[in-house]
């Protein structure tokens, strides 16, 4: 017998789907996420914390909770073989003529499908100029982006995946400075008289981008933007409270490192740059 294996497999078959969480951030939703921090009576993790750690890591998991029960998550699944000018308005239309098509009717059918085909032949249309002017340009990163796409090139990973000392390696060279530096911390001095105001933390909080990544403490900068006025009290209070002990909370200064290659193809663990992402309410 003769067993015929092909060569070939489809790029869906050669790499698993990303799915993609991020957070919907509607009017009905902030509402909500408003109504939630309202009602909440702040001095209660206060009275029940015994240091100012515990009252900063209880403040921080609740606002953390009710964003989650608040805010919905949309999951957005990207397949390895999408094309680089289907947008969301030509993924919507195409939902539209499945909907029309298991509808039954004819003629909701007809016009659906004829819309979606007329904004396929514009978006390559785009598409299409958009890479002429990129060569006439001379925009050589552009250029190389989309030759990317179009062949799906991909360099192979420096690591294995399967790599479970990659972390600890990574820890202990990031930390490798600590250790020489670390002092012992100073003696706290009473009596200071500085201290900050409620409406330059509302105004800070008010002025943060919601694009950013969260900390390790899980406060996105879109709860301090749109909750500004619900949160500012009690983060000012943390905020003087750490002033007058002299002592910064232990959530606030924790980190997470992510590693990103300074180059294609590293070889060591100084070919990686750590980027930090620390607390947004520390920032």
């Known amino acids: 017998m003769v067993h015929l294996i092909p060569t070939y497999r489809q790029k869906l ?3 698993k789907p990303v799915a993609r969480t991020s957070k919907q951030w509607s ?37 953390s909770f009710c964003e989650d029960c608040c805010i919905p998550s949309r999951t957005r699944v990207s397949y390895n073989n999408d094309k680089p000018w289907f947008t969301a308005k030509l993924s ?41 002017l990129q060569f ?20 192979k990973p420096p690591h294995s995946i399967n790599d479970f000392r990659l972390a600890n390696d990574l820890n202990e060279f990031y930390c490798r400075f600590e250790r020489q530096w670390d002092k012992p911390p100073s003696s706290p001095t009473k009596g200071t008289s500085l201290s900050i105001l409620e409406r330059d933390v509302n105004r800070l909080f008010k002025k943060q981008n919601p ?36 002592h910064v909370p232990a ?21 990686d740059r750590p980027i930090a992402l620390t607390s947004v309410v520390m920032k």
């Open 251 to 271: 959530c606030f200064k924790s980190s997470t490192i992510i590693p990103v290659p300074k180059k294609p193809r590293p070889t060591g663990l100084n070919d």
């Open 27 to 63: 009017s009905e939703a902030i509402e909500d996420l408003w109504a939630c921090l309202d009602c909440t009576d702040w001095e209660v993790f206060r009275t029940a914390s015994n240091s100012l750690d515990e009252f900063t890591e209880a403040v921080t998991s609740y606002i």
């Open 136 to 155: 006439s340009a001379s925009d050589s990163a552009s250029v190389w982006k989309g030759l990317r796409q179009i062949t799906n090139y991909k360099p």
């Open 13 to 15: 078959k050669l790499c």
């Open 92 to 132: 919507q239309l195409r939902r539209q003529k499945e909907e029309a098509f298991r509808s039954g009717d004819r003629d909701r059918f007809k016009e659906s499908k004829y819309r979606f085909s007329k904004a396929v032949r514009v978006a390559k249309r785009l598409y299409s100029e958009k890479l002429q």
């Open 211 to 246: 694009r950013k990544a969260a900390g390790p403490d899980s406060v996105s900068p879109s709860s301090l933007k749109h909750c500004a006025d619900q949160l500012s009290p009690v983060f000012t209070d943390i905020f003087n409270t750490s002033l007058e002990t002299c």
